[in-house]
């Protein structure tokens, strides 16, 4: 197993150079002087002082040094300040990592929550109205733009009904109360695609595990129905559930960029956005490696914790 | 069985599935709407009515107007065409550069293979959201740069579809005789490995068709998308956005249009998968 995890970090290196190097590339490409950018509109330099920032900054060696230079600082954990507020990098992300991770956890609850159960009972009771109404809802919230969602759930909730604010970002920590209730509609308008898949593939998942020898064999020895399902089934029902963890944790990070915008919450995806726009080239730089790192190894934890809760899947491939 | 035959007799089975045949109805009249859009329009989308600001439901306005009075149904109509433009040229621009990839990738092997996929892994974790925000703040918003930013978050999906399909066929006999045989290495990928990856390949073009149109609408919204006063879905919606509390017609409106337009393109991709290979359902996201 060690070797299984250790190749499977080593694998993560050559991914997260690539990234990398895409982004930094692509963030030179945009139009206009990088070290105009670097200064910030409010002040007008000469051409000579304009040449000592590229050469402080090194914007006149070739893209590849340019890289290297930010990597190996990179790796002593030193990602440049921002061009913005001249604070940290790594300051920076670190509190905006706070704020997308306590939403992006709610909104991964809720998703769990309400998709397991749902997935769940809409199985065990398949073919009722039940079960045809938790698909449709399931399968509105694919294709349902989250964003829009959003919008239609402040003008519920908030423009409406009044019962929660629409706007800003209350730490969870610092006011528990107000914390959720900021976060309510926000999580639920950027975890609605993964409740959705999380539903449809317990769903698919139990029906399959219902129709096993095993949950027949317990059912025939007179065992109560809550007791199979939740001795027998549940366990492998779950196993889909682990799969799309993987995928939904990038997914969660994309929607955030859309959702902190619409709610005004201060995050990793409000700043990214900002960041792109201001040219903030450090910023984005180390967003792009924090949101990587986070989504990759959420895809290792995927793979551990699947092959923990199915004892046929080897790490030795 | 000839291919045109093949093609009508899965258009046939996938008709008989009722949700599916609404998907066929609804993206035909899209199409339909968006190629005839001038000669449907009540009002071109671009013409104030000063005397009916936000106004809601009328004879004048079917679905209303916006903060300038133009009519909210011509800029849906219009909006359709580049809903449309959009997910077609992404998704056929992802195939392009996809597909080639993934057959070179699963035929050569090595470390040709492991480049490709490591970059495609590469741009899988990059949420395809931040490709395009990234790449159409650096190109500017603009249509082409909406299409190539989707289009390039689309290849490794294709890249994929195409390698998980080829590994079990670069591994048959008949391939290794067609090597023996002295058969070129591009024949041998155009003639065997090829054709068993177009199924899939339409499997996932048409679901990453819609998600094409909620990219679009996730641009427009932030604003890094086509910009106005060319009327697109997302950029409707992020308009409307500050006007909700006056007109809230304007937000629901061209949010339904995506919904509606995203859910027919995944009732047609789910039926085309379980008509054309129902093996497909595991490898296709």
Do not use: C
Request: proline fraction near 5%.
């Amino acid at each position: 197993m060690w070797t299984y995890f250790l190749r499977r970090i080593l694998q993560m290196i050559p991914v997260l150079l690539i990234i990398t190097f895409m982004i930094y590339a692509l963030m030179l490409a945009i139009p206009g002087d990088p070290a105009l950018a670097l200064v910030g509109p409010g002040e007008s330099l000469d051409a000579e002082q304009l040449q000592m920032v590229r050469e402080a900054h090194h914007l006149d060696e070739p893209v590849l040094v340019q890289y290297g230079i930010w990597l190996s600082k990179a790796i002593q954990g030193d990602l440049g300040r921002s061009t913005q507020n001249y604070r940290p990098v790594t300051e920076e992300l670190g509190t905006r990592a706070r704020v997308t991770l306590q939403f992006g956890l709610v909104a991964w609850l809720l998703a769990i929550l309400i998709g397991v159960p749902a997935g769940v009972i809409s199985a065990v009771y398949r073919g009722t109205s039940v079960d045809y109404v938790a698909t449709i809802l399931s399968i509105a919230g694919v294709a349902v733009p989250n964003f829009w969602l959003g919008i239609m759930a402040i003008l519920l909730f908030g423009v409406t009904l009044g019962w929660v604010p629409t706007q800003g970002y209350v730490d969870i920590f610092v006011d528990p109360v107000e914390g959720l209730r900021h976060m309510l509609l926000p999580a639920f308008a950027l975890g609605v695609t993964s409740w959705a898949l999380i539903m449809r593939q317990s769903r698919s998942a139990m029906l399959e595990v219902l129709a096993q020898d095993y949950v027949r064999t317990a059912n025939a020895k007179g065992l109560r129905k809550r007791r199979v399902i939740a001795i027998h089934a549940l366990r492998n029902a779950l196993l889909p559930v682990v799969t799309v963890f993987g995928l939904q944790t990038g997914r969660i990070f994309a929607g955030s960029v859309v959702i902190e915008t619409l709610f005004g919450i201060p995050g990793m995806g409000q700043f990214m956005v900002q960041a792109i726009f201001a040219r903030d080239f450090m910023s984005v730089q180390g967003a792009v490696l924090v949101m990587a790192l986070a989504v990759l190894t959420a895809n290792l934890i995927t793979d551990l914790v699947y092959a923990w809760l199915d004892p046929r899947i080897r790490y030795d491939d | 069985m000839t291919k045109s035959y093949a093609g009508i007799d899965v258009l046939r089975k996938v008709m008989r599935i009722p949700h599916a045949a609404f998907g066929v109805v609804f993206i035909l009249l899209t199409v339909l709407v968006a190629i005839f859009a001038p000669w449907i329009v009540p009002v071109s989308p671009e013409e104030m009515d000063f005397d009916n600001l936000l106004s809601n439901i009328s004879s004048t306005h079917l679905l209303g107007s916006d903060q300038l009075g133009r009519d909210t149904l011509a800029r849906l109509i219009y909006g359709a065409r580049i809903a449309l433009i959009v997910s077609i040229g992404a998704i056929g621009l992802g195939v392009l550069i996809g597909v080639p990839l993934g057959l070179i990738g699963v035929y050569f092997r090595g470390a040709v293979d492991d480049i490709i996929m490591r970059a495609m892994d590469a741009l899988v974790v990059f949420p395809s959201l931040l490709i395009a925000v990234g790449l159409a703040a650096a190109l500017g918003g603009s249509l082409t740069t909406v299409i190539v930013a989707i289009g390039i978050a689309n290849v490794p999906w294709m890249a994929r579809v195409v390698r998980s399909q080829g590994l079990a066929i670069r591994e048959q006999d008949y391939v290794a005789a067609a090597l023996a045989g002295g058969m070129s290495h591009a024949r041998i990928i155009f003639k065997h490995i090829l054709p068993n990856s177009v199924a899939p390949v339409i499997v996932q073009s048409t679901l990453s068709m819609g998600y094409a149109v909620l990219t679009e609408a996730a641009l427009g919204f932030i604003g890094v998308g086509i910009q106005p006063p060319t009327p697109t879905w997302g950029n409707m919606l992020q308009q409307a956005f500050p006007m909700l509390e006056q007109q809230a017609l304007l937000s629901v409106v061209p949010g339904l249009a995506i919904f509606l337009l995203v859910l027919a393109f995944n009732f047609v991709g789910d039926a085309l998968r379980d008509v054309l290979d129902p093996r497909l359902k595991g490898v296709i996201h």
